[in-house]
């Protein structure tokens, strides 16, 4: 029953404000179950439009770094490709490289070029993704997060992965610090030898191959944006409103004014997720929301309004 109210309530939403002085009537729960299953709705979208592009490069990319260093050897001398592993190598892509060090002392006179401004660097005890800051490879991510590590030095790490989560920089670490940090030593029941293409992360704590983290990041970008960073944004539009005495003229309790606010922003979900899922430049999801949130709320409350002043 909520499923099908769900899919009359989107539909009327997104074509109209005639259902508004309806949805003010809905219960905070309801309005609730209808956002998370947009969110959910939402996410997947962004999967079916992203995955199969980013999936197809993916598997170019290791076909391309099979060639070079064959597959992946996971033994005593830690992760090292199965051919040549006492050279160093290196794959060029179009925005991004990929340089392998026979030993991590090397990472100390790593100096690539501008172009590519991404990379991984892979030694037979690390692998961390980088990006050029300040005519220097800045570390990232690391690819592989040892679970069990020395705990200062693994506080270290954190704070550096947390700043980066932020956007912010760490200009202190450097490649060779993160790299020497997120040291991983395969132990004997793990030794095997890997295409790349089945080459496995474990940022999330658990062994995952990249393209299966990608889908993961997919769903959550949109699940992020969808349930706790556009209510927020809902939340103070809404403070503002009830204060500067909109919700007085609307003669609407605070709760209620929320719950029209979230509506209101179901068109604006739509839009910054179809926006995000075809990956269009130069505005991102909250800009888009944001943009047409604040359009869509000018008719929505012109149409509380006029069926106010109809009652009397």
Known sequence: MWNKSFVNTFISVCSGTAVFPEIVKYSFFRMLWHLILIAVIGGCVNIAFRYHPFNSAYEKSCEKLQRKFGDIKYSAEGITPAIHPEKRGTVMFEDFRVDYFPKMEDLKTFKPAEDPYFGIAWTPESAVGWVFYKKRPSPFMPLLIPSVSDSDQMDKGVSFLFKRMQGESDSILSLYDISDIYKVHPKSD????????????????????????????????????????????????????????????????????????IYTGFPGIVIATLYTALNLPYFDFQSVFLLSYLIYSFPVFTRLRMEKLNEK
């Open 190 to 261: 793990q030794f095997k030898q890997v295409p790349f293409r089945e080459f496995e992360t474990n940022i999330l704590g658990v062994p995952q191959r990249i393209p299966t983290l990608f889908m993961f990041f997919l769903f959550g970008e949109i699940i992020m944006n969808c349930l706790i960073i556009s209510p927020v944004y809902i939340f103070i539009f809404t403070l503002f409103s009830f204060f500067l005495g909109k919700s007085e003229m609307l003669s609407l309790k605070f709760r209620e004014l929320f719950v029209v606010g």
